[in-house]
């Protein structure tokens, strides 16, 4: 596999908070790969740079091969790299088909004659079929999140970058729309960029983690490593009576 993005050097600092200090990985086509922090630790800093809505302070981004850093974001999503956001952004005043028609606009979708087709294949794709007409404000928000997903795939990324998709959804949402996300990357070969704080669904859908804390990766590697991790485990839980006492 080769590399479809790399992160070399990227740090933001916001006055004299640092939120991403020297943030390098890689990622290769068809991984599945998690983003594992606290709160605070730099996660949705870090994909809000990687998509354009933030510009680092230093460092360098390249996604299939091409400089990104300082691309607006459309432009990012142009080039294959698409997002969803912890809290959902629906357009209002539009039914579900028109939202997703906005998207299916996308350069990268121009082999897609039939937009409205193509964005009615994607509302069942993600398990929103026979509702194209339904106005977005009525929507639960476990189908909002995967309207936010149906809106992604309608620009046909490379890179689809989910931040907390199971945020505020009870455990049969969460079990549904994490079979969503297993089978559009073993179906479409997607490669996928997950944060999401509920350990379990994560660890159980990617193949690899990045651990963050205060904005610096503190560990790589397969889930059953990372679990296993002291930096990761102290970054969760804090150090022990014995471990302070020792330090």
Do not use: W
């Amino acid at each position: 596999m080769t590399d479809l993005l790399e992160v070399n050097g990227v740090t933001k600092r916001f006055g004299g908070l640092t939120a991403v200090k020297n943030a390098s990985f890689t990622l290769k086509k068809g991984e599945f790969t998690g983003i594992l922090g606290p709160n605070g630790a730099g996660k949705t800093t870090l994909f809000n740079i990687l998509t354009g809505f933030m510009q680092p302070t230093t460092g360098t981004i390249h996604f299939n091969g091409e400089l990104v850093r300082e691309l607006a974001p459309y432009k990012v999503v142009n080039r294959g790299m698409a997002r969803t956001f912890q809290l959902t952004r629906p357009f209002v005043g539009m039914n579900l088909l028109e939202n997703v028609l906005v998207a299916c606009m996308s350069p990268r979708a121009s082999e897609d004659k039939d937009k409205e087709a193509r964005a009615s294949y994607l509302l069942a794709q993600v398990g929103l079929g026979g509702r194209d007409k339904e106005p977005v404000e009525t929507l639960p928000y476990g189908d909002l999140r995967r309207l936010e997903i149906a809106r992604a795939l309608a620009t046909r990324p490379d890179l689809l970058l989910l931040d907390e998709p199971f945020a505020g959804l009870g455990s049969s949402e969460i079990e549904q729309l994490a079979q969503l996300i297993r089978r559009l990357h073993r179906e479409e070969n997607l490669t996928i960029l997950l944060i999401e704080h509920k350990l379990r669904e994560f660890m159980a859908l990617v193949s690899r983690v990045i651990a963050m804390n205060f904005g610096e990766i503190i560990a790589v590697g397969p889930p059953e490593e990372i679990v296993k991790n002291e930096k990761v485990i102290e970054a969760y839980i804090g150090k022990t009576e014995e471990a302070h006492a020792s330090a």
